[in-house]
């Protein structure tokens, strides 16, 4: 028996085998087998030489040829998501949720946010510090209103639901925040507003 094993230019594998086994008379016989990897795939050609019409040779033997993936060719898998984020408002359906690209701030962002909003005695510096933070970050409808309750001054609360509703990642959930407002004209003003969001 004789075997050789070939690599070729792009690293798939290729082997021949060569065996002498006798015929039914006792005769040689040369047999033949040649197997190459293709991709994923595996071609096998069997070239038998002597008597084709001869009877099979009295012993067999089966060989098993499993297949493996080269280790270079694997891909690896990509880092799995986190299961839950923590935005800071508890259980928030609207946490996991994506707007434009972006996800609501986290729990510690947003605490940061909230500190800074708070430390703002004055509602007008307040509403500006709001403004001007919710041009680079993204809030949930539970954020968004926890955000609304700090402006005691309706008017005021109705600018800056205005102004962050674009930053909303799920804003159909805070359609209810409606009740909010006293004034029927600010809070019907309020839910054309937010219905008009679309995430």
Known sequence: MEMNVHVDEDGMPSSQIRMQVPDADGNPQEMRQEM????SGMRMEVKVKGDPGAPPPAHREVVEVQEEQPA???????PAEPVFRDCG???DPGCDMARDGQYAMDAETYRGFMTALKSQANEISRQEMAEKMLKRQYLTAAQYGQVLDLFVNEISRLEVATFAARRVVNPQHALGFASKWRNSISSEEYTEMIAEQQP
Do not use: I
Request: charged content about 50%; proline content about 14%.
């Open 36 to 39: 190459r990897v293709k991709n």
């Open 72 to 78: 270079s060719r694997r891909r690896p898998r990509p």
């Open 89 to 91: 408002t508890g259980r």
